[in-house]
């Protein structure tokens, strides 16, 4: 048994943890001998890391950092989730939460005080250094709460155009049926790939056509359930055939779309029919497969300082409104206690980030995540 002494222990509490073999039956049993003392009970889920943070070992965007790094499915999920809790987004957010503060006590000031003079100007310049702040913080933080779970990625195209040929080409190993006749693949299959640090749930489809029936109608479905959810989709399209008013009616589904113009080899002609950006690849062949993930990856741009925990870009963002607001505040020339309650909120929303006045139900909320014993 190890003696945890707080407050240096993990909670700041004292502490003792007791290591033994892993057998479930050696750990019941022990258990069993705690619990017969009658004064133990087992934690609730993240109860170690909650009272981390009711005891001011750490804040709660670091608390979240120790849910994010449990939870965390990939490398790149992992080193997002340590970068936060290091706490550098806490310090940041508390000085910019101390230069409000500011801001608001020295316009207080200027209520009580006659000498202290009201100076739009520099509240002005001063409130825009924040809103830049914010922005910084805030530039990628969807792509960094995708890059953090996954980029869900789906290939999709009409019949044949080689959707398997790329899946397998991306994969670098044949996990997809690769046929010449139409309707090979039905079943969604699905593998997660990494390049550039990032992670992609890949996801093969069946090619969309009409007029299918049976179980290839079902894997359409499938498709287009899928399609509905990506971040990202390949479209891909048979470069002998060109881009079709079939192609038109599916690009556009997903949320980001590369157009990938396949069967490059075959391609004689001067490249036509195909959209600005496309790319041209040849999966028989393994050509152009590299651009492909460049131009995949170039999409997902990391945030600097990557704000990747949505309530974090929901409290920032909505700091950032009402800054904007006491922003046309001062240029209309509305008296400096107008300014205040927008500042007031500014600031309480970025204090709630680290969990200041933060409501049990949310604190409920983020540690239910959690698991038992952390
Ligand atoms: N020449 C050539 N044939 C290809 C290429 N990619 C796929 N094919 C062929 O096109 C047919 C359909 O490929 P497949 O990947 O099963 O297409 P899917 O139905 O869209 O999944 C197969 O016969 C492949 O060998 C390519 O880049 N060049
Ligand atoms: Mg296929």
Known sequence: MVFHPGPQSYTGEDTAEISCHGNPLLVDTIMEIIGATGLARTAEKGEFTKRAYINGKIDL??????????????????????????????????????????????????????????????????????????????????????????????????????????FNAVLGYPRAIVHHESGTTRDIIRERVTFSGID?????????????????????????????????????????????????????????????????????????GAREGAVWVSAKYGHGIRDLLGAMADLFPMGQRGVFIPRHSYLLSRARQYLSYCREAIDERMTPDVLVIDLKTAHQSIREIAGDSIGQDVLDQIFSDFCVGK
């Not at 953090?148 to 009409?158: H, P």
């Not at 479209?235 to 690009?251: F, H, I, M, N, P």
Request: glycine share 8%; charged share 25%; aromatic share 4%.
């Open 200 to 272: 992609f749930l890949f996801h093969d489809t069946a090619g969309i056509r009409e007029t299918a029936s049976g179980p290839e109608e079902i894997g359409i479905q499938k498709t287009v359930d899928i399609l509905k959810q990506s971040h990202l989709v390949l479209y891909v399209v048979d470069a002998c055939k060109g881009l079709s008013k079939q192609d038109e009616r599916w690009l556009g589904m997903g949320e980001k779309t590369i157009v990938v113009m396949n069967k490059a080899d075959l391609q004689n002609h001067p490249k036509y």
């Open 61 to 166: 965007a670091q608390a979240e950092a120790v849910g994010a790094l449990i939870n965390a499915e990939s490398a790149g999920g992992v080193r997002m989730a340590q970068s936060l809790l290091t706490g550098d987004l806490s310090r940041r957010l508390s000085r910019m939460g101390e230069d409000l503060f500011g801001i608001i006590t020295g316009i207080e000031a200027s209520f009580v005080i006659e000498e202290a003079e009201h100076d739009p100007d520099s509240i002005r310049r001063a409130v825009d250094a924040i809103i830049r702040e914010i922005d910084s913080l805030l530039a990628h933080a969807d792509c960094a709460a995708k890059r953090y779970s996954g980029i869900i990625t789906t290939v999709a195209g009409l019949p044949n155009a080689g959707k398997s040929s790329i």
